[in-house]
């Protein structure tokens, strides 16, 4: 993969010394750590840290929360 050597998490250039085995890695090692403790704790950090919105019934809270009203489909 072709990333131009910036980091998939931090966006900031790689250094030559990121690599292991000779190729050259697509995060930073402290970046790439972050991401395996972010993994980790991901339900605590998936909402304040990536933005991610828990979805109900397809719609995001603001748009429950705003009156959209829940179709539940039965099949
Ligand atoms: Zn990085």
């Avoid at 050259?24 to 950090?45: A, T």
């Avoid at 304040?48 to 959209?68: D, M, S």
């Amino acid at each position: 993969m072709d990333c131009g050597n910036f980091c998939l998490a931090c966006g900031k250039k790689l250094r030559k010394l990121e690599t292991i085995d000779g190729k050259q890695l697509v995060y930073h090692m402290k970046c790439w750590n972050e991401i395996i403790q972010d993994i980790k704790n991901f339900d605590k950090v998936a909402q304040t840290k990536y933005k991610y919105e828990p979805l109900y019934c397809g719609l995001t809270r603001q748009e429950v929360e705003a009156g959209e009203k829940l179709v539940i489909t039965f099949e």
